[in-house]
């Protein structure tokens, strides 16, 4: 049995209007090596949008938020950081 601790994946979430500094983040993430889930990219195609979101969630072992004005007014970022607290990810805050 191995030992090798696999890196923490990481689900990013963000508001539409941060998507392009959201992949930035999620890019130099992934070039140390910690794999991120982060959408619209990580969607499997035909999946309902909700359900892939909390699956993806619940899957990952930390919840990034980019933080913005427009993250802080986004109900769907609300609900996403809610069902992170309620499935107890560590969380953490990406202000900008």
């Known amino acids: 049995m191995s ?24 890019a130099l993430l992934e070039a140390r090596g910690l794999p991120c889930w982060i959408g619209p990219r990580d969607v499997v195609p035909g999946k309902v949008w909700d359900e892939a979101i909390l699956d993806a969630i619940d899957s990952t072992s930390v919840f990034l938020l980019v933080l913005s004005s427009a993250a ?10 809610n069902s992170a607290y309620k499935m107890g990810k560590p969380n953490l805050a990406f202000r900008t």
């Open 3 to 26: 030992d090798v601790r696999q890196p923490a994946r990481i689900f990013i979430s963000h508001s539409n209007n941060d998507h392009a500094l959201a992949m930035e983040v999620c």
């Open 72 to 81: 802080n007014k986004a109900p769907f970022v609300k609900n996403e950081v």
